[in-house]
């Protein structure tokens, strides 16, 4: 098997780094080591909140770089994305910026898992937000590999470079995503590096290592993207983007444009036959990849393998962006050899002409353990280093900048020595992301999905600003225009609220609209609140239809009508969060040795010892401690 090895020096910007003028033992407040989309979030949460940020990154070319698919939301990913904004992140804001087709997912499903979606120029993405970092004047970007966190006597004190330079600082965020110690694999030929041939971090898991963390070794990977002029479209369905839908971002102004579109089609059984008869071939199955891979992203192979009743699979055609017409196969992700992938490629009808432009390929990297952090996601052995992103197990885009901004705002907390903040499960999507990652940990890569969250109807797409906006406001990430927009925001909607109690009386014309809508007639006048609580009543179409309420605009007119029409159910989800509530309220004392508590089961005592929870309703969420641990635990506590 061929393997390549990268040299770093051949990637480092060295005249960039002279441009910042760096001095071995500079002083920082803080450093970000790589320039995802959660190192981009962490360190825009840092810089933003006063302190001084050094980003250490492989290269410019890969700061908030879309190495597989070329989009972002998605089923309760595109809730992570509101969130981040209505912290005061970055990602929504970029990703409404270079949109190129969006969509509001499960339409005809309630809104609890109703998500957003957005096709994204991945060039265009890469360099606002590349922009947007440069232009922060607390950020300095150093071009070069991070080969040491230095830790003497369990404090944190500097990091070190491959090329031999020391930056004091008295907080790290850790946010290497897919690059640490990693390698890409394509049938035979195995690559030391990074995606889309990019170079890896190699020198920084040998002291992760020595100062306390477990190292993982995870796998992902993509398909091939093809050269859209060579495809065949009349053999798929279009998928066009959804109009007068919100966007990812409060602050943004301007409706979503639908540039280009998706397309839908499907594998064929030539398809199956080509993987099934080459599976030897397939470094899956054939041993040459060791890492545990995603379960809800699996590869073409693994699709037909465990669907072996099915003779083909979805595929979706995606666009990349608007410099050239490369289109990407999601779908398709594979390892196996280049002919395979052209054969694979030609079986799909529609297809049998395409052009390949990139092999797709498998990659590997190191992780670590996130039963080692905090729910805060620092890390438990010491202060002031964190970790955000796919080095926590988890995997996409929105995982990590969720992470990302979380551990940015707790980094800048710690250094600012205020308390740090937890988001609930009930609070946020990002909560439930980092509540599971710390009590439950992940022996594969973690994928936001709405089923994880028990409150998903409180966790909608629509209402992330009012769940988190007064938390990003309280850190100091939310600035003054948001925060006005949102009270304004809030104003508008308290006020409709109150109208909705309005009367309408019962009249030709409305009943008409409501038999349309399938509903029964009104023989009294009602109010709208109670025309709402009707499964197929829509406030924004009854509010066209009665022109009741005027200068609410869409979002708003949305809200409230989500909120009037599941009322009831709210309120007994409510009643649980606070219920619940008394646990989370109980804390723990982090110095209990759970080994000599009387009355635990033996594996709850290795569980609560490994992980110390900080709360009782964090404990009851450990696997393998169980209702009758939890009484031994309380009554330990009272």
Known sequence: MATTNYDITD?????????????????????????????????????????????????????????CNPSIGGTAKGQIVSEVDALGGEMGIQADKNTIQLRMLNMGKGPAVQSLRAQVDKTGYHRSMQATLEAEENIKIFDGECSEIVVNNGKLEAVKTVDGKTFKVKAVVITTGVYLSSRTITGEIITEGGPSGFPCASKLTKSLEKIGFEIRRFKTGTPPRVDGNTINYKKFTEQKGDKNIQTFSYLTKKANKNIRSCWLGYTSPE???????????????????????PRYCPSI???FVRFSDKDRHQIFLEPETLDDNTIYIQGMSTSLPTDLQHKMVESVEGMENTKILKYAYAIEYDCINPLSLLPTLEFKKVKGIFCAGQINGTSGYEEAAGQGILAGINASLFL???????????????????????????????????????????????????????IGRSVGLVNDERYKKFKQKMKQLES??????????????????????????IKEPTSVENLLKRPSVDLIKLNKFLKLFKGYNKDVLNA????????????????QIEKEQKLEEKRIPQDIDYFKLEGLRLEAREKLNEIKPMTVGMASRISGVNPADITVLLMYLK
Do not use: W
Request: hydrophobic letters at 35%; glycine letters at 8%.
């Open 560 to 575: 409230a009508g989500i909120d009037t029409k599941y009322d009831g159910y709210l309120s007994r989800q409510m009643l």
């Open 11 to 67: 990637y480092a910007k060295n005249e960039q780094n002279k441009e910042y003028n760096f001095t071995d033992g500079e002083v920082f407040d803080a450093a970000v080591i790589g320039a995802g989309h959660a190192g981009c979030e962490a360190a825009l949460a840092l810089s933003r909140t006063g302190q001084k940020t050094l980003v250490i990154n492989l290269l410019r070319d890969n700061i908030a770089f879309l190495p």
């Open 301 to 303: 192979e693994s699709k």
């Open 271 to 293: 398809t199956k036959k080509i993987i099934m008869e080459n599976l030897d071939k397939a470094p899956m199955y054939s041993g040459v990849i060791t890492g545990s891979g």
């Open 496 to 521: 409709l609220k109150k109208e909705l109690k309005k009367t309408v009386k019962p009249t030709k014309e409305l009943n008409e609209f409501l038999t349309k809508l399938g509903e029964s007639e």
């Open 416 to 470: 600012r020595q205020k308390e740090q903040i937890i988001l609930k499960r009930n609070e946020a999507y990002i909560g439930v992301l980092v509540d599971d990652l710390t009590t439950k940990g992940t022996d594969e890569p973690y994928r936001m999905m709405t089923s994880r969250a028990e409150y998903r109807l409180i966790l909608r797409q629509d209402n992330a600003d009012r769940r988190l906006t007064e």
